[in-house]
């Protein structure tokens, strides 16, 4: 049993970044004296947009004909992991992606107690927290994302091995005015973060046994006259059902903090020592019946978004 939280995030913008050395374009920039052939890519505004039709002086943005002359692909790498939308839809299956190393630091502007990242692909994440005035960092940890085998010296050398997905942590020092750098390293290969949140955790009671996990794939499969298959590749997702109780006079405070978070990405956290129990998602019901003996349960499915 462990105690459940959830974490509504900190919009992350240009303001609140002051560093991150990945290119704030993909692409070249829109020009309206371009011709642009079909499959072309422009940036706007840190979003990528690729050309339906050929066409020139037909902005991305503003043009209004029909049918369109452009197709939004959503953020740019650098500020894939804090952003997942088009509008009101959101993306599945994207993430922020570097050689080596993504290495940013973000200023929140307000007390901050919590820090999650899910869909890491990296052999370490290290979180490093400063403020005005402190020469020493405040909190300076850093986290295995990859472990070799243990148990015997046959493992160690020859076993595969074990990696961590996502990671949260409760523990950061509550100051206002904080920086903080996250470095997410992963040597001769590509490091990866699905998403990043940022922000204030709240309990929302005791997670226990009975929690389950899910995945549903969004591929679609067309069987041929022949018995061929043909597979067009899609997004996943991830699920959980949280299985939690807590108590009577918790009942209220819980309800108030998931109206908050309702229709809104927040990370949500099982057992930090669990890693598949952290998720950035959305909660589908929330159902709670009367609490025995000062006791209450319910089940919370929480949906990724990664």
């Known amino acids: 049993m462990s105690d459940m939280k959830v974490v509504p995030g900190i919009q992350i913008t240009p303001a609140n970044m002051p560093i991150n050395a990945l290119p704030d374009m993909d692409y070249p ?47 740019v790498n650098k500020y894939r992991m804090f952003n997942k939308n088009i509008g009101n839809t959101w993306k599945i299956g994207t993430y922020t992606s570097a050689p080596d190393v993504i290495d940013f630091t973000v200023r929140p502007g307000k007390r901050i107690n919590a820090i999650g990242l899910v869909g ?18 405040v909190y300076d940890k850093t986290f295995a994302m990859s472990l070799k085998a243990g148990g015997s010296w046959y493992q160690y050398y020859f076993g595969q091995f074990t990696t961590k997905d996502n990671l949260a942590e409760f523990d950061l020092p509550p100051f206002n005015n ?44 067309k069987e041929e006259f022949d018995g061929s298959i043909t597979i067009t590749k899609r997004g996943r997702r991830r699920s959980i059902d949280f299985q939690v109780v807590l108590t009577a006079d918790q009942i209220s405070s819980v309800q108030r903090t998931l109206d908050e978070v309702d229709d809104t990405p927040a990370l949500y956290v099982g057992s930090s020592n669990l ?13 709670t019946g009367l609490p025995t003996y000062n006791r209450g349960e319910y089940t919370l499915k929480v949906r990724s978004l990664t």
């Open 29 to 75: 920039a829109y020009d309206s004296t371009t011709a642009y052939k079909i499959g072309d890519y422009v940036t706007i505004d840190r979003i990528n947009y690729q050309a339906l039709v050929a066409n020139t002086n037909r902005h991305p943005v503003t043009d209004t004909v029909s049918p369109a002359a452009w197709q939004n692909m959503g953020w």
């Open 120 to 137: 890491v692909r990296a052999s370490s994440v290290r979180i490093i927290m400063t403020v005005p005035g402190v020469t020493d960092p």
């Open 178 to 221: 904080a920086d903080i750098r996250v470095i997410v390293s992963a040597p001769g290969g590509t490091a990866r973060v699905g998403m990043f949140v940022v922000g204030w955790g709240k309990s929302i009671g005791t997670a226990v046994y009975g929690t389950s996990l899910g995945r549903k794939k969004y591929s679609t499969i």
């Open 275 to 287: 890693d598949y129990t952290v998720i950035v998602g959305i909660f589908d019901d929330f159902d």
